[in-house]
């Protein structure tokens, strides 16, 4: 070193231009290893879930969004506790079915309530948005129709995940003709018209169904229903097998997969520990956009009347319902629709928001 | 010992790596390695230059086969590696049958788990050779389980902090995620990595090309520590000369697939034979303003080439001054020059 | 009065600031400097020491999130950080113009070399197309690509590196700016190719007479070709000088550093001595001299203070703390 230090000529500044006064010894001493390092400070040490979350966060409308949807549940839950009427049946009175309760208002009661509770001087709970044309409280279907809504859109969005994942993780990862094979199955199923096949497949199986679910729990969501998810579960993963295969392609190419096959990392567990965690908010995000799609279908074909068995119901078959009072009742169309448009809002808005916030390729 | 010291540790013949090309409606092959044999030895650094496209990092590949090789012969410690079978002469002509075709031996393809763990790699891309989602402490540990090298958590989080420590980085970083680091820091957990398994050879690909200078002579001094602490051989393919002379023992210097000149460094610095070698030896910006000024720089005309359209013959010859007829003829064989050095050029 | 002619650009105490959600990132921390006509400035510097930002700055083509908070850059006497965009879209390209790193970003994919050139020239001159089109072939055959005719139909992916590059530097010259800034223009090439790059660029600024500011991390690149050349660190000058000054005469302890640590002919069997730690952490940096927590020498008041630059030979300057501290110890012997 010393013999570098020779090669460069010294030079030093002229005294002219500085006041050496100012200075004293000690500012030239040494400074210590320490007093060095804590100049150089590494950041707080934050994994890639929390600076997503941190960036989550900081997206106000996203939190929002959680939060009117997370209330949302709560309320679905909660309400059918607290709240004494049926969803099925016509309101009773003292354990007689109640004929005036017909068409109620929001907040009225019927004329055999009003007498009730003038009998007994007992407060009933108030038909918060009236009744419907069969006499049963209004409120309690709302909530039940989104009950029914949102399970179905989080259900088939589930069955789109699982087979989405495993069809594209596979078509990636081995590519050649493993993947031509099963790109050409996704182009064949992505031409077909869905709603079509959709409409066609729901009417056909649910007369196939219908006979075999009978006395078991699924009779009560009904052939429909089951028609509708596996409908969903044939039609709607191809989105999601090709967009983790396009991710899967991409991520083979970086060097830690080459470099964890240069240690002899096994195959399976190149795809479980580098290739799935990577993609994995991908697969996430994509699941929270799938689930709106899935519950603006399911109310479609509701309004269509291709949905839910009768009595149960959902926000769209409940909407099909009240355009026969349309004129008289408007509300019982609104309050319906309002509830999917914040539902698919709120969770179109969280969507964004996660990939926003965990989708590195924008970061 | 010294009987020992002349076997070589690497062996690499005839090897060649072609690569399928799609043209409108035909394959037409991309040689990307023909034709390569160079031998490494235990401890000693063979340094690998070219410029971009010349498959140095396929060799790099090829050797810990990464890539299926198109033909050749690898050899690790006496242990055929793989063998396509193809035989050659003394000279290195292939020996051909009645029928003109290549004379065919066995073919050899051992299962290469064992020697993942002889046989290491360091990338160039600090960035993308570590995977985001893991901590520090994953990624150095993966080696680990895969070769199962120790028999409780303890002892797997006790190695991991030694192997940290050997490349200057301590326990504070083991729990840190990947782009937390530098980039100096990063290729110092690729280091890490590469060492868990103990190995007696590790290919560096461009493995300093993505620091900064400083940086860079950091990880350079640590590379050649380990080597005297450790007896690691190592291949180290880049593409800047002056890094390559300062690291390595020999270096062979590569032009489109092809072995143009492989000497011992100072040699090859300093009396280089092929005209290829002379201009990439005079093209490096010197960073000496003095030298600078008078030093006359032979400017190579033209581009390289597209390994898919190889000239004949010579595959510099589109751009050599000393071109002849007979450049584009034939191709000039690897001969040796004295002390080691072999060059392949008709002229020179 | 002559001397104010010759001078084109005055980058003054220039501040950029990044904004980003983990805090404000300070890239350029108070960089002056001064551009004369025809001459050729070299700003080296390791990544993250400001010196693309400065050069972005003075183009005004930084990312949304970044903004010069403090400083002018006046060009001809004008600080462009108060122009519009209207006047700006002018100043960029025709008056200052600027080549990246990688030329096959800087090329859109979709569009004919011929056709981008041509566009080029439409937008700053009130050429018609023709006129347009010959002064392209002009333009090419300048930068030394051989059957320009052709190569006008050809896509940016049909030609190589350095074609590209050729092509980029056509691009940015065709309206003939009084300033070129080139950004690591040679660092995505081959050092065959890098060399002719270098030698074209030369050749250009002796023909069309514009100054050249070549920001680069390659020493090399810079030792030969540059009349003054500014050594930057954590977004603040180390040093300036000629080329001689800077490579035979550092007066700062990173430049000296910096130069122990490159490989070369001459150091081949020795140890190369590298500068420890790790680079700057721009969100969190050091109160006193950026480079403090890496020196080896480092002293009590270089942790505190920044040093001011001090004058250290004809046109060379250095801020550094051991100069002051050299002065004072000999003064003190004196005394």
């Not at chain 1, 408007?330 to 926003?356: C, S, T, W």
């Not at chain 2, 496209?53 to 086969?65: A, D, H, N, Q, S």
């Not at chain 2, 290491?120 to 540990?141: A, H, K, N």
């Not at chain 3, 908070?69 to 006046?74: A, D, L």
Request: proline share 5%; charged share 25%; net charge negative.
């Amino acid at each position: 070193m010393t013999e570098t230090e020779n090669i460069y000529k010294k030079r030093q500044i002229l005294s002219a231009q500085i006041d050496l006064s100012k200075f004293n010894k000690k500012n030239f001493d040494k400074a210590t290893d320490e007093e060095k390092k804590q100049q150089e400070v590494m950041g707080e040490s934050s994994s890639f879930l929390k600076d997503g979350l941190r960036r989550l966060r900081k997206n106000h409308m996203a939190m929002a969004s959680i939060i009117i949807l997370i209330a949302l549940i709560v309320a679905i839950i909660v309400i059918p506790m607290i709240v004494p009427y049926s969803y099925s049946d016509m309101i009773t009175v003292n354990g007689h079915r109640d004929g005036t309760a017909v068409n109620l208002p929001p907040m009225y009661y019927s004329q055999r309530e009003l007498q009730y509770m003038q009998e007994t001087g007992e407060k009933l709970f108030p038909h918060i948005l009236g009744t419907d044309s069969l006499g049963r409280d209004y409120f309690i279907r709302v909530v039940y129709g989104t009950r029914v809504s949102l399970s179905v859109g989080v259900v088939s969005a589930v069955m789109v995940l699982i087979i989405g994942v495993i069809y594209g993780t596979i078509s990636g990862y081995f590519g050649g003709k493993v993947d031509l094979i099963m790109m050409r199955i996704v182009d064949i199923i992505y031409s077909l018209p869905d709603m079509l096949i959709i409409i066609l497949l729901s009417v056909v199986l649910n007369a196939r169904l219908t006979p075999l679910i009978k006395g078991t729990v699924l009779a009560k969501l009904g052939g429909n229903m089951l028609a509708m998810f596996i409908v969903f579960a044939l039609l709607y993963w191809v989105g999601m097998a090709r967009l983790v295969r396009g991710q899967i392609l991409s991520i083979k190419n970086n060097e830690y997969i080459l470099a964890a096959k240069a240690i002899g990392t096994p195959n399976g567990q190149i795809m479980r520990k580098h290739i799935v965690p990577n993609v994995l908010s991908i697969i996430i995000i994509t699941t929270a956009l799938q689930v709106p799609s899935a519950i603006f279908t399911e109310s479609y074909l509701s309004f269509l009347g291709l949905g839910v068995n009768l009595p149960m119901t959902s926000l769209g078959s409940l909407a099909n319902d009240a355009r026969a009072t349309i004129t008289s009742a408007p509300y019982r169309l609104l309050v319906p629709a309002l509830v999917i448009v914040v539902i698919v809002l709120a969770l179109n808005l969280i969507g964004d928001g996660l990939r926003d916030a965990f989708d590195s390729k924008l970061n | 010992m010294s009987e020992n010291e002349k076997k070589p540790l690497l062996k690499v013949e005839h090897l060649k790596q072609y690569f399928p090309v799609s043209q409108g409606f035909h394959k037409i092959p991309l040689k990307a390695v023909d034709d390569i044999s160079f031998e490494i030895m235990p401890g000693e650094t063979l340094g690998l230059v070219g410029e971009s496209g010349c498959g140095k990092t396929t060799v790099g590949r090829t050797i810990l086969r990464l890539y299926e090789p198109t033909a050749g012969r690898i050899a690790f410690e006496d242990q055929v590696l793989f063998d396509s079978g193809e035989l050659y002469d003394e000279e290195g002509n292939q020996i051909l049958d009645e029928k003109g075709r290549p004379k065919k031996g066995r073919r050899v393809e051992v299962n290469m788990l064992p020697y993942r763990k002889k046989m290491q790699m360091v990338f160039q891309d600090p960035y993308s050779s570590l995977d985001p989602r893991m901590t520090v402490e994953e990624i150095v540990g993966e080696p680990l389980d895969t070769h199962h090298l120790y028999k409780n958590k303890k002892e797997r989080r006790e190695k991991v902090l030694s192997l940290l420590e050997t490349v200057g980085l301590n326990a504070e970083h083991a729990m840190r995620y990947a782009h937390e680091f530098s980039g100096g820091q990063r290729q110092r957990i690729g280091i890490a990595r590469a060492l868990a398994v103990n190995p007696s050879f590790i290919v560096c690909d461009e493995a300093v090309s993505a620091l900064d200078v400083s940086i860079q002579a950091q990880v350079l001094n640590m590379f050649e520590d380990l080597q005297d602490k450790l007896g690691i051989a190592y291949l180290f393919i880049a593409h800047d000369l002056l890094v390559v002379q300062h690291i390595s023992d020999r270096i062979a210097v590569m032009y489109l697939g092809h072995m143009m000149e492989i000497a011992d460094a100072d040699e090859l610095m300093n009396h280089p034979i092929h005209p290829y070698t002379l201009s990439l030896l005079s093209a490096i910006p010197i960073p000496d303003p003095e030298t600078a000024r008078h030093s006359h720089r032979i400017i190579l005309e033209g581009d390289v080439p597209s390994p898919l359209h190889m000239p004949t013959g010579c595959p510099f010859r589109t751009r050599c001054k000393y071109a002849t007829e007979k450049c584009a003829m034939e191709r000039p064989p690897l001969t040796d020059r004295g002390n080691g050095h072999k060059c392949a050029c008709w002229n020179r | 009065m002559s001397e104010e002619n010759n001078l084109l650009l005055e980058v003054d105490n220039l501040h950029t600031s990044f904004f980003t959600d983990a805090g404000e990132v300070k890239a350029v921390n108070g960089v002056t400097f001064n551009l004369e006509k025809g001459k050729t400035l070299g700003i080296v510097g390791e990544s993250g020491s400001g010196k693309s930002v400065t050069a972005y700055s003075i183009m005004q083509i930084l990312a949304e999130t970044g903004r010069v908070v403090e400083g002018e850059i006046r060009y001809k006497g004008e600080d462009i950080t108060k122009w519009d965009e209207k006047k700006l879209s002018k100043y960029r390209g025709e008056k200052v113009s600027i080549i990246f790193q990688d030329p096959m970003t800087s090329l859109n994919p979709v569009f004919t070399i011929g056709y981008q050139l041509k566009e080029a020239i439409l937008l700053h001159t009130n050429k018609n197309k023709d006129e347009a089109w010959k002064r392209a072939v002009e333009m090419l055959t300048l930068v030394g690509v051989n059957e320009p005719e052709s190569r006008m139909k050809q896509y940016p992916f049909e030609l190589s590196g350095g074609m590209r590059q050729r092509v980029m530097i056509a691009m940015a010259l065709c309206c003939e700016p009084d300033i070129l800034i080139a950004d690591e223009p040679t660092t995505a090439l081959d050092v065959t190719i890098q060399a002719q790059i270098l030698e074209l660029m030369q050749d250009l600024q002796k023909k069309l007479g514009m100054a050249i500011i070549m920001v680069t991390h390659d020493l090399g690149v810079i030792a030969s070709m540059c009349d003054e050349i500014i050594v930057m660190y954590g977004g603040r000058v180390c040093e300036r000088g000629t080329a001689d000054d800077i490579f035979y005469h550092p007066a700062h302890e990173y430049t000296k550093g910096l130069l122990r640590s490159i490989p070369t002919t001459e150091n081949m069997n020795e140890r190369l001595v590298p500068i420890g730690g790790t680079p700057i952490n721009l969100l969190n940096m050091p109160k006193g001299c950026a480079f403090c927590p890496r020196c080896e020498n480092a002293m009590k008041i270089c942790l505190e203070e920044v040093p001011e630059e001090y004058q250290v030979g004809e046109h060379h300057r250095a801020s550094c703390w051991m100069n002051v501290m050299d002065l004072y110890e000999s003064e003190e012997a004196k005394a």
